[in-house]
């Protein structure tokens, strides 16, 4: 992997390395890129923004980059160095502003929640993704959402770079509920039960299935979630091709040791890097720019064979925590959640080309 560029000044043909085919007006996108370059006050920036006349969802997205871009600026000012990171997500923001700036907002087909009948009408799907996130907290600077905002991140990337390559994928609706019984102590941690989410997920697996998709994979993002057992328990009763990913398990286990400093459990230094990276305004910080957040310190229980890991228990998080974090935050960075992403997406996008492709026969998936 090359290290990051520094931002430059965009050209038009910076421009062009925006691959949205409705953004049409690059004489009107380009003075919107040169007038946000110029660093004008955040007023001005969202007024600009809205004489545009964006969707909410555009301007929702717009807004979140240049916030993220003025929190990369900030920090840079404080430490008295511009940071190579820094610099590359202001780049990235200013690109989506052009994206997004010069006309209605694009629709994305391979996200359900986004298109619309005249399009899914001719298309035909391959496979469904289905995210599952949770609600619940994550230490102090965390967002409640942190679990469903990154199975969104990721799944919506992952369709994404899939879609470029010819395969009909389609991202469902995120489920942003996920089994929190031992965090029922935890206030407004909203828990549903294994069993009501295995009849959830079993209720989309026969609508997917009465419209002629045949694979799903289910992208799990909240370590509270086995859904193992349900794959087991439908295998062999319904025709749809069952799929789990646990991303923050084995899909990055050989990567994490090479990115991070300390392991992470929850909202720690792997969670807080991606929330940096990708929905960086919702992350607490404090007047210095440091997380608001503690150290992330857990209570060993007495049981020495459980503390490394012999033997499993449910553990309840008001005990085993102090603000709910395990694992410390304090060397997340937004670029260390790019690299992780870039992995993720990789492997998951090859995965579900290749899945979409696949024929269903009677040795699938032999």
């Not at 709910?324 to 492997?347: C, F």
Request: proline content about 5%; overall charge negative.
């Amino acid at each position: 992997m090359t290290a990051p560029q520094p931002p430059v000044r965009p050209t038009k043909n910076t421009r062009k390395r925006v691959k949205v085919e409705t953004c049409t007006d690059t004489e009107e996108n380009g003075e919107l890129l040169s007038v946000v370059s110029c660093q004008l006050s955040v007023v001005s920036c969202q007024l600009s923004v809205v004489s545009c006349q964006l969707s909410v969802f555009s301007f929702q997205f717009s807004v979140f980059s240049f916030q993220f871009s003025v929190f990369s600026f900030q920090w840079s000012v404080v430490s008295g160095q511009w940071s190579v990171v820094s610099g590359q997500w202001l780049v990235v923001g200013f690109e989506w502003l052009v994206c997004v700036g010069g006309g209605p907002s694009v629709m994305r087909p391979w996200i359900l929640a986004e298109t619309n009948y005249g399009q899914v009408q001719g298309c035909a799907y391959e496979v469904a993704v289905l995210p599952m996130g949770a609600t619940e907290p994550h230490n102090l600077h965390l967002p409640y959402g942190t679990d469903t905002l990154e199975a969104e991140a990721i799944a919506s990337r992952a369709c994404a770079v899939a879609w470029e390559r010819g395969a009909k994928v389609v991202m469902l609706p995120a489920i942003p509920y996920g089994t929190e019984t031992n965090q029922n102590r935890c206030r407004l941690s909203m828990n549903v039960n294994p069993t009501t989410l295995g009849l959830v997920i079993r209720d989309l697996v026969e609508s997917l299935e009465g419209h002629g998709i045949r694979k799903l994979l289910v992208l799990n993002s909240h370590g509270g979630n086995e859904f193992k057992p349900l794959l087991r328990e439908l295998h062999g009763r319904t025709g749809m091709q069952l799929f789990l990913c646990d991303w923050f398990r084995g899909l990055t286990a050989d990567v994490k040791g090479a990115i991070f400093e300390q392991p992470d459990d929850h909202a720690g230094e792997m969670e807080t890097s991606l929330a940096l990276a990708y929905f960086g305004n919702l992350v607490a910080l404090n007047a210095d720019g440091t997380l608001a957040a503690d150290e992330g310190r857990t209570a060993p229980t007495r049981f020495s064979q459980v503390d490394r890991g012999w033997i499993s228990i449910t553990r309840p998080w008001h005990l085993l925590t102090t603000n709910t974090g395990s694992g410390n935050p304090h060397a997340a960075t937004a670029e260390k959640g790019v690299r992780l992403m870039e992995v993720i997406v990789e492997r998951l996008s090859g995965f579900l080309t290749e899945l979409a492709a696949a024929k269903i026969d009677d040795r699938f998936p032999f």
